[in-house]
C-alpha cells in the first residue's frame, strides 16, 4: 500500500511547527517511517501544534519546517521521473519514481547505518553499476540488476514503496504558490570585469523573496544574497530553459539551510561548475548536472549527470499566500471574523455575535475570555482547528 501525509520537498516527516508569521509549510508525500506500522504512517499525527503570534494581527500561523534529527525519513534527492547518475553521489537518501541507473555511484554515504532504513527507493527497474549503498536499505518496484554494487544490507522488491505521484503533484503546487509570492528582497546587478554580473540580493525581513529571470541567471558571474541568519530566503527563477553555473553563490549572513532556488518554470534545468548554496526545487525540470554541488535538497521531474548532492537539511520557512483564519485577539476584541463557517464568539447562535458570553445581549460587555467555536470546539483547541484549515487548502 502507499503511504500518503502532506505536501512534498526533501522528506517525509511529521509536520514541527514554529511562529514563523504568515508563513506555510510543506512535509513531502508518501513514503515508510522506520519502526512504525502502516496504520500508524496513514495516522497523519502532525505531532506538534502552532504558536499563535496574537501581536501581529489576524495572519494565518507559520507551518514551519525545521526538518531535523526527529525525522525519521528524508529524501535528499526526490526524482519524480527517471535518473541516469554517474561518478558522483547524494549523501542522504535518493528517490526515483521512474526507471533509475547509478553508475560509479553511492548513495546514503552521508547517513548512519541502519538495516531498516530505506535509503534508495526506486519505483521502476534498478541498475547498478560500481558503487555502494554503504549504510542502508535498496527498494525497488521493477526489477534490478547490480555488477560490483556494494550493498550495506539485503536489497528489497517493494512496489509501493513511495506515492511519487501524488508527491509530484504537491511538489508542482508547492512551487506554484512559492512562484507567486510577492518580491519584497532588493536585487542589484553590477558588471564584472569577465563581461558577467553580480546580483546582489538583500533583505532584512524573517521572509525574504526574489525574483531573477533565466537570462538574468545566465549573465550571473556571482549571486550574492544578504539577509540575516535566521531568514528564509526564497529566489524564484522564471524562464523554462535554464542554465544555472560557472559562478559562484555567496552568502552573507543567511544560512544555506535557509536559501531556496524554486524554478517553477523550467523544463531544462542544466547545473553545471557551480557550488549551489541551498536546495533546489524543479519538480517540472529535467536536471543535466555536471561538475556541480548542491548543498541541500533537490527535487527534480528527472535528472542525468554527476551532479553532487550534499546532505543539508532545509530548515526554512515557506510564506505561503493563503485565506486568514482570526487569532486569539479578535475574538477577545469582539471582532465579527469568521472561517468556513466557525465565529470567533462561545457557542454562538445566528442571534449572538463574538465578544459576548451566552446569554448576554449585543452590545454587552463580556464577561468570560474562554470562548467556544459554534461547533463546541473549545478555545484551546483552536490551533488544531486552524491548523486543519490550512492543511486543507493544499
Known sequence: MKIQTVLVLGAMST???VGCNGLGG??????RFSGSSKNEQNSGNLGASANLDSSKGNEVPGLCLPLDKTVPYQFNALIFADADLKSSDVQGRLGIGGNGKLTD???GDGLPKNANDEQVIVSGNLSLIRGSTPNGVVVYGGTMDDDKWIFAFPSRKDSDAFDFTNAK???LELSAKMAALAVNANVVSANQSDGKKTFTISGSSSEVVARLSAAEVASAGKILIKAPAESTVIINVSGSAVTFGTMSVVLEGVKGSKVLFNFHEATSLNITKISVE???LAPKATIDGSAGIVKGYLVAQSM???LQVNNVKFDGCYPIPSNKPPVDDDCDAGKHESYEGKKCGHDWDEGHHPGQTPGQTPG???TQKSYKYDDGASHHDKKKKILEYI???F
Open 278 to 280: 541551498g536546495s533546489v
Open 169 to 171: 503533484s504537491q511538489g
Open 15 to 17: 509536520i514541527n511547527l
Open 105 to 107: 555511484y553511492s548513495a
Open 364 to 366: 454587552q460587555t463580556p
Open 26 to 31: 510543506i512535509s513531502p508525500s508518501g513514503g
Open 304 to 306: 542525468v549527470g554527476s
Open 391 to 393: 492543511l486543507s487548502k
